[in-house]
C-alpha cells in the first residue's frame, strides 16, 4: 500500500529549479489544495472581500468568502469596516444566511447567541440559569467570560474603496503586500473618489483556482482564443503593453495600450480574422478614454491569491476567486463606476460588460478552456504543462509575448509551498 | 384586462416558436422575433431585485442580436451543448391595442456530448410586445434568472 504511483503521484515533481513546466498535480492533489488554502489564504495573505460602496451605510453588510471559510463583511457604528468569520462561537452554527443587509447586531438563531458588530459576544440566552422555586438551574459556568468567545476576528485593510481582510494579524501591511510597482495600478483604478455599485455576475468554474490567475497573467491567448477581440480590432499582439510583477512575483499587471486596428492580420496569427466583419452595433465598442487612464487603455492586475482587478477600456470591475475543493472554484464579478461618472459613462461601462462575465463575448471561453484543462489534469496528473513562452526566467517585459508571469506565480507558489 | 382568444393563441405561439428556435440551434432566426430598438437583458435575480443595473447580457438593438449570433457562431469557443426549454404559459399583466406585457417561467435545461442532462438555467421572462405588421415582436424581453451560479458559462440565447 505504500508502493509511490507514476500515474497518481502524491506530491508535484517538477523537472528543474525553474517553473516553466508546471506538474498537472499542483492542479489535482486534494492535500496540496489545503496547503494552498492553509498558506496562501488563511496565513499571511492579504484576501480580498468587498468593495466599501457595497456597504455604504451603519449596519450595512455583506456575506462572502476567504478560500472556503464565510465572513461578513460589515459596517460598525463608528464607520470602521469589520470583517468576522460566519461561525457561532457556540455551536459553530454559520448562522448569517442572507448574502447583504443591515443588521443592528448579529444573532445566531440557533440559541440566540447575539453579537455586536465588531464581533463581540454581548448575549447568551439562560447564562444565568433558569430560577426555580428559590432555586437557580441551569446556566453558564460562574467563570465563563462573554469576552473569551467573540465571533474570529480578521484583520482588515483597506484602500481607495477596497476591503481586504486576512486571519492572520500578523500579516504585512497591505500596501508592502502589494509593493511599490502593483500598488502603483492599484491607485490608478482606485484613486480615491467613490465607486458606485453596477452589480454581479456568479460562475461556478470546474477547475483549479489557480487557473483563473493563470489566465489572467497569460497574454498569449488573448488574440489567439478570443477571436472576437481580433476581429473587431481590440486586441493586437503589436499593441503597445508591458508585464510587470510585485518582487515576490505573485502580483502582476498586464498594461497595454490600444492599438488603431485596421490591418492586423499579420500580427494576429488568427487565420478566422475577417477585416471585412463589422459589429451590427458598434456602441459595443464606444470607448471614451478617461482622464485617470494615462496612458494604457487595458490594466489586467492580479492580486495572489484571490483577486482581479479589471479594466478594460471603460469596463471596471473586480473578480473574486472562492475555490471549493481543488477542482472547482466560485468566481464573482462585481462591476463598479465613479461617483462622478456621467449616465452615458455608466451606459458605456454597462455595455461594454457584455465582453466580459460569464456569458461575455471575450470571457465566457475562458472558463471553458479552464474547465478542459482540468479535466485533463485530472486523468493524467503524473504529466505537466508548459510555461516557456518567452524562455524560462521569470522577468518583467516591455511586450505581450511571453507566459513571465504565469512563471513568477509559480516561483513563488513553490516558495511558499516547498517550505517545511 | 381581457384579450381575446385569437391574441392568447397568437401570444402562446409566440412564446412556442422562440423557445422552438433557441433550442434549434437556428440562431440567426432569434433577432427576428424583435423589434428593431428592441431591449433584450440575461439578468440575475440579484441585481433585477436590488436595483443594480449590471446584467450579464445586456442588448439594446435588434443589431447587437445579431452580432451576438456572430459572436456564437464565429468567435465564442465553447464546449458544444443542446438547450431544451421549457416555458410556463405566459401571465397577461397589461394589454391594450399596441402592446401586451407579460411574464412566463422558464427553465433551461443543458445537454452536453456524453453527459447527463442538468438544469442550466431557471427564471421568468418579463415581456413587452407589440403588434406589428408582422405579427407579435418582442420590444423587450428580460429573462430574471434565479440560478445563483451559472454553470461555468452561457453561450447560446435563453
Ligand atoms: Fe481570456
Redesign the interface.
Known sequence: MNQTSSIFPRSPQWESDGTHRIPFVAYTNEELYQRELERFFYKSHWCYVGLEAEIPNTGDFKRTAIGERSVIMVRDAQGAINVVENICAHRGMRFCRE??GNRKEFVCPYHQWSYTLKGDLQGVPFRRGVKQDGQVYGGMPADFKTSDHGLTKLKVATRGGVVFASFDHEVEPLEDYLGPTVLKYFDRLFNGRRLT??????????GNWKLMQENIKDPYHPGL????FV?FGLWRADNKSQLKMDAKHRHAAMISTRGQGGKAAQVTDVS?FKES?K???P??LDVVPEAWWGKPSVVMTTIFPSVIFQQQVNSVSTRHIQPSGHGAF?FVWT?FGFDDDSEEM?LRR??Q??LF???G?VS??D???I??SQQAFESKPFHRALAELGGHEVEDTKHMVTETLIRGMYRYWREVMEAT | MRIDFEDYFALTQLYADYAAIVDSGKYDLWPDFFTDDCIYRLQPRENYERGFPLATLSFTSKGMLKDRVYGIQETLFHDPYYQRHIVGSPVVRKADAERLECEANYAVFRTKLSDASTVFNVGRYIDTIVRTPAGLKFASRQCIYDSEMIPNSIIYPI
Open positions: 448574502r447583504h455599485i453596477l452589480g454581479y455576475n456568479r460562475q461556478r468554474i470546474p482564443l478570443h477571436t472576437w476581429t478566422s466583419m459589429l451590427h452595433d456602441s459595443f466560485d462591476h455608466t454597462l455595455r460588460a457584455n462575465g460569464p456569458a463575448f465566457a471561453d472558463g471553458e478552456v474547465e478542459f
